[in-house]
């Protein structure tokens, strides 16, 4: 079942920049998307959602990007701290789904000084 | 700020032997799930739980598992004949509402079975 992938399973950033992580999704019914952070032998804890009906929703330092004809969503984080540096889990849920998120598979961002 | 907790934070058991991992989930929210995530691979939902009954579960809740509201904060998982494949990080989350609506994790029990 890959229908959340994230396909950079690791990603390096200078303290600073940018950092993008990148999620696709193959089905298209899903109509919520969200970004989760988790630290080793933590849960995974909320950053920033998004629903179809959008494009783009910023939250401070983070901003999701929704391409819906793409079926490709993007978390960008401006500036990276060194705090940042954690796996990043893109999840999506559709309505009528009871909430059940489907993750992908997570990418260890690792920002460096 | 109010958590989802989770106990124990680490159970080691016996293959065959039954296990029940505790959560409490945020006061106010009234959706509850369990996930795991076996390790390396991904995180995966086994069921969701609403006015006391499951709404949804996937393939890997099969009979061997059962969830249950015990009273008005706990929210159980208990496996009854545990199989080696069966270790796991197992996260509990909780949620407001049921659609469009982020979902709380614990910090999760890691189960070993041996």
């Known amino acids: ?113 | 700020e109010p958590e989802v907790t989770q106990t124990p934070s680490h159970q080691v058991t016996q293959m065959g032997q039954e296990v029940i991992l505790r959560c409490v989930p945020i006061s106010n929210h009234l959706y509850f799930y369990w996930y795991r995530q076996i390790l390396g691979q991904k995180v995966e939902f086994l069921v969701s739980f609403y006015n006391n009954e499951i709404s949804e579960k996937s393939e890997i809740f099969d009979d061997q598992f059962s969830v249950e509201r015990p009273d008005g904060s706990n929210f159980t998982l208990k496996i009854r004949s545990t199989k080696l494949e069966d270790s796991a990080m197992y996260f509990c989350a909780s949620s407001e509402g049921q659609m469009n609506t982020e979902a709380f994790f614990g910090q999760g029990t890691r189960l070993t079975v041996v």
């Open chain 1, 1 to 113: 079942d890959q229908q959340v992938k994230q396909n950079s399973p690791s990603l390096s950033v200078q303290e600073g920049r940018i950092s993008i992580l990148n999620c696709d999704y193959t089905n298209s019914m899903f109509d919520y998307f969200l970004w989760y952070k988790k630290y080793p032998a933590e849960g995974p804890t909320f950053l920033i959602s998004i629903s179809s009906i959008k494009d783009k929703n910023e939250d401070g330092r983070f901003t999701v990007f929704l391409n819906k004809s793409a079926k490709h969503l993007s978390l960008h984080i401006v500036p990276s701290q060194p705090g940042d540096s954690a796996v990043y889990f893109c999840a999506a849920s559709l309505t009528g789904g009871g909430n059940k998120l489907t993750f992908g598979t997570g990418t260890q961002l690792k920002v460096e000084l």
